[in-house]
């Protein structure tokens, strides 16, 4: 065995002799420029504005940044970005994510997310493998009046290659510790200067972490296979269609989670009996077609995305078959948007669009419950029907008032209506029985989501910015509930204040600090269902988040060139009382870390003695996350902890060796906690793990 501390010492005292002077390549001026003057345009944002200008909090992470810390899905993102935090619930079904101390761990996400301008309205299409990916874009704070619904923490704005940006083939072979082969590859061309196409693929093949001791082997295999197709065609000076179409098929095993001792803090072994696990086909296509006229331009974007998957679970987490429960989705969400903007003003800008979108699925539960007498009692749901439909229109200004000083408004009207179908089995002693066969009556929400903001540029270095919007969450029908109260919850409601300054300084200095307030009107808060079988959404009365954020980084000086982002988030329910034994007034809100903690650091370095290698990159990140709490009584509680992750890159001309380590220090924490009845049970953390890649462009 390696003793961890050579391996420390290995990736992180590189001799100093190798540091010289040196010319910025291409690359790394293109870096420089985007730190000093921020002018990289923000396409989450609709109107492509510059992120200097744009008056609201936001982290972009491009594909330098994704290859140097090897990021490869939206969890790794998280270690970049000040208040983002997306746990590890042990599968890709269940993906939320908390941004500022907003998010929903089951039904609807409370954060929006994008892909090549693709919706994605389902939390279990979040956790994807990236591969193919020209940046991340992550605006925080609400974005209703631009995004509408579920966008009330933020909105995600994932960008794949373009070929007319990238062009040649790709390929990458990485191997790792405890079973993991990966292998990327792409190819990017152009036809004359009008039309380009790409085609890129990525197999991942995981062993897992944890054992299972009762049936033996990993807990937490995976085997995925993903493909994306890309065509655009520049029809004219005026017009221009893109096409794209990317699919997901993965396969996992799950769950790993163990019993957890309250006592002695903790985790045991997993030892459920019964196989588990979650498989996902996932299917994405977009049509974009864009007319540029003098001034203005029109954008229309039709999306379509199939969603079929099948989790099976071992309710009881035992050795003995107590509950099991089966759940497939099936669900198609189709969406149009047209967004028609101005282009080249400076005095005054605008935007406007209508939006409308289509929800419909499937669902069926069955759930088995081995001790029922006088035989096994299956509970058959069957035809769950979900239907969601939607539309809205909305329109954004920005005037400026004076010299430096502009005002931005802008307000949205958002409506959907969501209706439920049930149909209930029971067998018993062989003998099947409906129990019910019900369709509810359609719940609706009409919103207005207004935006107001005020940026003003003391200098053109120097932009500050304070704003007011709104965002929310629509209601809905929980698909498990035990009382008649519980099958229902309303719409979320949130209204968001913020102050912020955005500056550079000493001519290679970037800083992004931000202030942030805000309430929360009937929260969705999750809840396990009284038998400790299942969970639903439940309402409570008020919360409020508050906190600040601050992001500082360098452009490359001498090969160098870091990052620290910083979040603080405190965040309390302030009102939710369900009788006099259950009273969580004051108490934080479950799954927000009060801190996270990001320094990222890189050196590169040219060797210009050697035939061998021209470049020598090290790359170092360092995440900190805590303390949170897992539960609403606040007395499961996950102390801060810190990653490592460290890599090392050998580049030769079109050839790059890299060899890599996560969490370097095999720190302990639990990646997820949950209470199911009396018990408690507890996901570990992934420990170290090490890796070596081998990539070649052509």
Do not use: C
Request: proline fraction near 4%; glycine fraction near 8%.
């Amino acid at each position: 065995m390696i003793d961890k501390r050579f391996l420390l010492v290995f990736f992180v005292m590189i001799p100093v002799w190798f540091q010289a002077e040196v010319p910025v390549d291409p690359i790394e001026k293109q870096v420089q420029d985007e730190v000093n003057l921020r002018e990289v345009e923000i396409n989450a944002s609709r109107t492509q504005t510059r992120m200097k200008d744009l008056p609201a909090s936001v982290t972009v992470v491009n594909a330098s940044s994704l290859d140097k810390n090897e990021i490869s899905t939206l969890n790794n993102v998280s270690a970049m970005i000040p208040n983002f935090f997306m746990p590890d619930y042990g599968t890709k079904l269940t993906s939320p994510v908390y941004i500022r101390g907003i998010g929903s761990r089951i039904n609807s996400p409370s954060v929006g997310m994008y892909v090549d301008q693709v919706p994605y309205f389902e939390k279990s299409s979040f956790d994807f493998d990236f591969f193919d990916v020209q940046k991340v874009e992550v605006l925080r704070g609400p974005q209703g009046t631009l995004f509408g619904r579920n966008s009330m923490g933020g909105v995600i704005n994932i960008t794949s290659r373009s070929p007319f940006d990238v062009q040649g083939t790709h390929v990458q072979l990485m191997a790792g510790t405890y079973g993991m082969y990966k292998l990327n590859a792409g190819h990017y061309t152009t036809i004359g200067d009008k039309l380009g196409y790409s085609i890129s693929a990525n197999y991942l093949s995981q062993d897992g972490y944890h054992a299972n001791i009762t049936r033996g082997g990993q807990a937490d295999s995976l085997r995925s296979l993903g493909l994306r197709l890309k065509l655009e065609y520049r029809m004219s000076d005026r017009w221009k269609l893109n096409l794209s179409s990317s699919f997901e098929n993965s396969d996992q095993s799950g769950y790993p989670y163990a019993p957890f001792n309250k006592t002695t803090q903790e985790i045991g072994s997993i030892v459920y009996n019964q196989a588990s696990g979650y498989n996902r086909f996932l299917l994405s296509n977009a049509l974009n077609l864009k007319y540029s006229g003098k001034g203005w331009s029109a954008t229309n974007t039709f999306s379509y995305q199939y969603l079929n998957d099948n989790q099976q679970l071992d309710q009881d987490f035992g050795p003995d078959s107590i509950y099991f429960a089966g759940q497939l989705q099936n669900q198609h969400n189709l969406a149009n948007e047209l967004i028609v903007q101005s282009t080249g003003s400076r005095n005054y800008s605008w935007i406007t669009g209508a939006f409308v979108f289509s929800q419909t699925g499937r669902n069926t539960v069955v759930v088995d419950n081995y001790r029922a007498t006088p035989q096994m009692e299956r509970w058959f749901q069957k035809d769950y029907l979900p239907q969601t439909r939607g539309a809205a229109l909305f329109h954004q200004s920005s005037y400026k008032l004076l010299p430096g000083l502009t005002l931005t408004g802008g307000l949205r009207f958002d409506f959907e209506s969501t209706q439920l179908g049930y149909e209930y089995q029971s067998t018993k002693a062989g003998v099947t029985k409906l129990v019910a066969d019900t369709v509810y009556p359609s719940l609706s929400d009409a919103v207005l989501l207004p935006k107001v903001a005020l940026s003003y540029e003391l200098t053109p270095d120097v932009h500050t910015y304070a704003s007011y919007s709104s965002g929310y969450k629509p209601g809905g029908f929980n698909s498990t509930f035990e009382k008649p109260e519980h099958l229902m919850f309303k719409k979320e409601s949130s209204y968001n204040y913020e102050l912020g300054v955005k500056t550079t300084f000493l001519n290679y200095l970037f800083a992004d600090v931000s202030v942030f307030y805000t309430d929360l009107k009937n929260q969705q808060i999750y809840r396990t269902a009284p038998s400790g079988r299942g969970s639903y959404l439940d309402n409570s009365g008020v919360s409020n988040n508050k906190g600040f954020e601050a992001t500082l980084q360098n452009s490359v000086f001498h090969g160098f060139e870091a990052m620290v982002a910083y979040g603080y988030t405190y965040s309390k329910i302030l009102e939710y009382v369900q009788s006099e034994q259950l009273n969580y007034n004051d108490k934080f809100t479950p799954y927000i870390p009060r801190q996270t903690l990001s320094v990222q650091a890189t050196q590169t370095f040219r060797i210009s003695t050697s035939k061998l290698i021209d470049k020598v990159r090290l790359n170092v990140l360092y995440n900190q996350t805590g303390e949170l709490y897992w539960n609403l009584a606040n007395n499961l509680k996950e102390e801060r902890y810190g990653l490592l992750n460290a890599k090392l890159s050998l580049m030769h001309k079109n050839l790059q060796l890299d060899v890599w380590g996560k969490n370097l220090t095999n720190t302990q924490y639990r990646a997820f906690m949950f209470e199911s009845g009396p018990a408690v049970f507890a996901q570990p953390g992934k420990p170290m793990q090490l890796g070596v890649n081998v990539s070649y462009n052509w």
